[in-house]
């Protein structure tokens, strides 16, 4: 059965630092993995979406990196602001073509 | 820009009462979830329809939750009675046909959301 953990639960960082958030899973048999942004209270935002057969995707300061082996991915923000502050959740797609979420990692950026 | 609809955004309601949310997909998108999540954890899914076919609906609580999508197109989810273990935020998400469309194949899009309270 596959599990997602993401790390930090949590992240306090001041604006302008690079970060790192992390998202591990149990069972490398994945058709791709997605990252969101969820604002308080609302929807959930896809960032980068990184296919199986993909090592990393970017879009503008964000860069998403995906090893299949080691059952890992990162998201890496550039140059953090204030309004990067949200919830980030990675999902894996698998064989079912079922997404399992991870729980999170929350991020307040300090102006 | 396309997007998921749903309504309503907040429902209150008193246990044992019924409710139902609503939500339409993007346009061509074959692929409809329902998702639950409760306050601090990620989003469970519910049921998944590929056009009007349930695909999964191996955690939907079927004693009183119910959920269809006639058409194909847009979906309504039933909660009958609801208890006050059901608050939470109901997310709705579709995506293209996983076997068709190209490089974004698979990408799963969200709506808004409906709060539910159950008072």
């Known amino acids: 059965k596959q599990e997602v953990t993401q790390i930090p639960a949590a992240l306090s960082v001041p604006e302008g630092e690079n970060l790192v958030l992390n998202c591990s899973f149990t069972d490398s048999a994945i058709y791709n993995l997605q990252w969101f942004r969820q604002d308080p209270g609302k929807g959930l935002t896809s960032l980068l979406l990184i296919q199986s057969s993909q090592r990393e995707q970017t879009s503008g300061r964000l860069n998403a990196s995906l090893d299949k082996s080691s059952g890992r991915s990162t998201l890496y923000i550039a140059a953090s602001q204030p309004g990067d502050s949200a919830t980030y959740l990675c999902a894996v797609k698998g064989g079912t073509y079922k997404y399992i979420f991870g729980t999170g990692t929350r991020l307040k950026v300090l102006a | 820009e396309a997007e998921v609809a749903q309504s309503p955004r907040y429902k209150i309601t008193e246990k044992s009462q019924a409710v139902a949310f609503w939500c339409d997909p993007i346009?061509?998108?074959?692929?409809l979830y329902w998702y639950r999540q409760i306050l601090g954890q990620g989003p469970e899914l519910l049921v998944q329809f590929q056009d009007e076919s349930v695909v999964d609906d191996s955690q939907l609580p079927k004693d009183r939750f119910s959920a269809e999508r006639l058409k194909g197109v847009d979906s309504t989810l039933k909660i009958q009675p609801a208890e006050l273990g059901d608050s939470a935020m109901y997310l709705c998400?579709?995506?293209?046909?996983?076997?068709?469309?190209?490089?974004?194949?698979?990408?799963?899009?969200f709506g808004e959301g409906s709060r539910l309270t159950v008072l």
């Open positions: 998400a579709s995506s293209l046909d996983p076997w068709t469309g190209g490089f974004l194949t698979g990408e799963l899009f």
């Open positions: 346009s061509g998108h074959a692929t």
